[in-house]
Every structure is written in structure tokens, then in C-alpha cells.
């Protein structure tokens, strides 16, 4: 009698739906929803919803998902079958991680110089462009295409830098200067009397 209820149980447990992992086969953004394809059996699921860190009204922050990459998917609470939201996923061999790039700002040509993640830092990599919140407070910042786009106004309490130097010095030396040779009527400035250096 023992031996049957254990068969009983048993059985009862394994009809119990488990979480699995399954690779991404087809995404859809507008959800954002994948399919995956259940490992071992290959079994291709249908639309699975994708947890996100935040999905309020007029919020949301949208994880970069491509095919071949190993999702995560829980069963949703009570379900049987095919009811899974995908919690997170994981790199492959298919989808491996992606090198970092990291150089201190010097405002050049972008640096293709590597350095590994760092515990307590968040990465972001996609399109070969990057964002880094360093464990030391840094934030840095590559785009792929060198070009970052602002739509709206910067405003800088510190200074601000180009390859060249700083804003701030070239301010000052436009502030200081003066032009020689000025007189009434149709006539040409001298030079300046403080050019700048670059």
C-alpha cells in the first residue's frame, strides 16, 4: 500500500509543470514576447510574455532579445501545458557574451581596448554600443556609430571635455580677447589679441 501511494505521489509530482529552459527561436518586440524552443524534447512553444524591471503606464524598460539565446520560462501559477513567462535568460555557445570595450574618456577615435565585468557594475551591450556604470561611479559611455544624440538640453555642473581640452578654457580666452584695428565704416578687424592655442 505504501508503494502505491508513493507511485501516486510521484506521478502527482511530475504532472506538476517546472520551470525550463528553452531558446529563443522568434521575438516579438511590440510585447515584448518570444518563442522558444523547449530543451531537451524541441519542442517549439507559442508567445511567451517576458518579465520585464518595469512595465507601468508610460514606463518600461525593454531587454535586448535575440534568437539564440537561452531563456528562462516559469510556469504561470497554477498552469499546465504551455503557460510559461520567460524571467530572464542566459548566453550560449550559440549567443555568447559580447567583448566590453573600457578606456577613459579622451574625447579620440573610440577605443577597442577590452576589460572583463567587474562585480557591482551594470553592463550594457547592444549594436556594438555600450554603457558602463562603473563599480569606482564612472559612467561610460561608447556609441558604435561614435555619435551620441541628445534630444533636449545638457546641462553640466562639472566641466566639459573634447580631445582638445576644455570648454571652459576656450570660454575664457573668447571672454579675454580683443581686436585691434577697429575704426568707423567699411573696414576689417585685426587679429585677436588672444587666439586660442588648438
Known sequence: MMNALKRHIGAAIDDIPQPRWGVVQSVDPNRPA???????????????????PSAASGVTVLPPIMPGALAFCVP??????????????????????????YQNGTGGTPSTNTSSWQASEWVI?????????????????????????IDGSLACNGDVSDRHGSL???????????????????????????????
Open 34 to 52: 518570444v518563442k522558444v524552443l523547449f530543451q531537451p524534447e524541441g519542442v517549439l512553444s507559442g508567445w511567451l510574455p517576458v518579465a520585464q
Open 76 to 101: 504561470e501559477a497554477g498552469a499546465r501545458g504551455a503557460d510559461y513567462v520567460v524571467t530572464g535568460f542566459a548566453h550560449s555557445d550559440a549567443a555568447p557574451p559580447p567583448a566590453i570595450p
Open 125 to 149: 551591450v547592444a549594436n556594438g554600443s555600450t554603457v558602463r556604470l562603473r563599480p569606482n561611479g564612472n559612467i561610460f559611455l561608447q556609441p558604435a556609430s561614435g555619435l551620441v544624440q
Open 168 to 198: 571652459d578654457r576656450l570660454r575664457g580666452n573668447y571672454d579675454a580677447h580683443t581686436h585691434g584695428g577697429v575704426v568707423p565704416g567699411g573696414s576689417s578687424t585685426g587679429t585677436t589679441s588672444n587666439p586660442d592655442p588648438e
